[in-house]
C-alpha cells in the first residue's frame, strides 16, 4: 500500500515538473510578455511575497465553499429522501429541481448578490446552487436502484416502509452517494468563485479581478494556483471519507 501511494506520488511530481517545464519553454520560445503569460518563476515569487494577502483571501473562499458544500449535501440528500419517499412530491419537484440546471449560474449569481447581498450568504448560496443537484440526481438513483433481493429479505422481515429505507435503501444507495459528493467536491469551489467574480468584498475571485484591472498576471496566476490546490485537497477529504462511508467497496 505505501509503495504504490509514493509511486503514485512519483508519478504525480513527475507530471507536475513536465508542466512546469513546458510551461516555462513556451514563454521563452514565444518571448510572451509577462502581462500576456508569466513564467513558472514569476508565479512563484508572487506567491512568496504575496503569501499572507493570498492566504487571507484563500481563506475566504475556502470557508464560502466548505458552507457551500455542507449545505448542498444536506440539501442534496434531503430531497433526495424526499423525491424516493412520495410519487406526489416527486412529481411536483423533479420538474423543477431538472429544470433548475438549465439556469447557467452566472445569470443566477447577480440576483443572488441583489438579494442577499455582497456577503458571504450569497456566495454560500451560490456553491449550494451548483453542488445540489449532482448530490440529489445520484443519491436519488441509488435509492430507486435497490437490489430487488434485498427488497425481499425486508419484506421477509416484515419491514416496514421507514425501516426498509432506512436499513435497506440508505445503505444500499451510499456508493450512489458517494459518487455525487466526489462530484461536488470539485464543482463546489467554483460555485462560490462564481458569486465572487459577480460581487464580493474579498476572496481569491476577488484577488482575481483586481489583479486583472492592474495587470498583474502573476498574481492572477498565483490566486488559480491556490484554486486548483483547494479543489484537489477537498476532493482528497471528500475521497478518504467516502471510503470509510462505502468500506466494503474497498474490501471487494
Do not use: C
Not at 443572488?112 to 450568504?121: D, N, R
Not at 492572477?220 to 483547494?230: E, K, N, P, S
Amino acid at each position: 500500500m505505501l509503495k504504490k501511494s509514493l509511486l503514485s506520488l512519483l508519478r504525480g511530481a513527475g507530471g507536475l515538473a513536465v508542466f512546469i517545464l513546458l510551461w516555462e519553454f513556451i514563454v521563452w520560445f514565444f518571448e510572451l510578455p509577462r502581462y500576456m503569460l508569466p513564467g513558472p518563476f514569476a508565479v512563484w515569487d508572487a506567491l512568496i511575497t504575496q503569501w499572507s494577502y493570498l492566504l487571507y483571501h484563500a481563506s475566504i473562499t475556502a470557508g464560502e465553499t466548505l458552507l457551500g458544500f455542507v449545505f448542498g449535501t444536506l440539501a442534496g440528500i434531503y430531497l433526495a429522501l424526499l423525491l424516493s419517499w412520495s410519487s406526489l412530491i416527486r412529481r411536483l419537484l423533479l420538474p423543477s429541481i431538472t429544470a433548475s440546471q438549465s439556469f447557467p449560474a452566472f445569470a443566477i449569481a447577480p440576483l443572488l448578490v441583489l438579494w442577499f447581498g455582497f456577503g458571504l450568504a450569497s456566495k454560500v448560496i451560490m456553491a449550494v446552487f451548483v453542488i445540489f443537484f449532482s448530490i440529489t440526481s445520484t443519491f436519488y438513483d441509488g435509492l430507486r436502484r435497490t437490489d430487488t433481493a434485498l427488497l425481499d429479505l425486508g419484506h421477509l422481515y416484515r419491514l416496514n416502509r421507514r425501516q426498509m429505507l432506512w436499513y435497506i435503501r440508505i445503505p444500499a444507495a451510499l456508493p450512489a452517494l458517494s459518487s455525487g459528493l466526489r462530484i461536488a467536491a470539485v464543482f463546489a469551489p467554483i460555485g462560490a468563485i462564481v458569486g465572487e467574480w459577480v460581487g464580493a468584498k474579498g476572496g481569491l475571485a476577488f484577488i482575481m479581478l483586481q489583479a486583472n484591472a492592474r495587470m498583474q498576471t502573476p498574481t492572477m496566476f498565483a490566486a488559480l494556483i491556490l484554486l486548483a490546490a483547494m479543489v484537489l485537497i477537498l476532493r482528497a477529504l471528500v475521497e478518504y471519507a467516502t471510503s470509510k462511508m462505502v468500506y466494503w467497496q474497498q474490501e471487494q
